[in-house]
C-alpha cells in the first residue's frame, strides 16, 4: 500500500506565507511525478503545481510567481512554499502522486489534504 500524508496547512493573513509538505510512503518503486492540487468550497479540484521526477515543474497561471514547488527524490517528499497568499488561495491542499510499486503497478495517490486559510 501506499500512503501520502500532508503537513503545514493553517491559517495565514493575505500577504503572508505557507509552506506544505507532503511525503510518501509504502511499497513503491518509483515516484514519476507528484503535485499539488486544491479544492475551495463549492468548486472542482484544480490543479496548482506538479513536478516530475526530473525537477520539470508545471503551475497554474494564477500561482505563478508565487508558488514554489519542489521535491526530494530520495525522501519521497514533495513540498510547495506559498508566498503572497490571496484569499481566493483558501482551499484543501491535496498532494498527488503517479506511483510505480513493487508488484508492478502504477497508482495515482491522494493525500487526505489539508486546509489553507487566508484571511484579508
Known amino acids: 500500500q501506499v500512503q501520502l500524508v500532508e503537513s503545514g496547512g493553517g491559517l495565514a493573513q493575505a500577504g503572508g506565507s505557507l509552506r506544505l509538505s507532503c511525503a510518501a510512503s509504502g511499497s513503491i518503486r518509483s515516484i514519476d511525478t507528484m503535485g499539488w492540487y486544491r479544492q475551495a468550497p463549492g468548486k472542482q479540484r484544480e490543479l496548482v503545481a506538479l513536478?516530475?521526477?526530473?525537477?520539470?515543474?508545471n503551475y497554474q497561471d494564477s500561482v505563478k510567481g508565487r508558488f514554489t514547488i519542489s521535491g526530494d527524490n530520495a525522501k519521497k517528499a514533495v513540498y510547495l512554499q506559498m508566498n503572497s497568499l490571496i484569499p481566493e488561495d483558501t482551499a484543501v491542499y491535496y498532494c498527488?502522486?503517479?506511483?510505480?510499486?513493487?508488484?508492478?503497478?502504477?497508482?495515482?495517490?491522494w493525500g487526505k489534504g489539508t486546509l489553507v486559510t487566508v484571511s484579508s
Open positions: 513536478i516530475t521526477s526530473a525537477a520539470g515543474t
Open positions: 498527488a502522486a503517479y506511483i510505480r510499486t513493487y508488484d508492478y503497478t502504477s497508482i495515482n495517490a
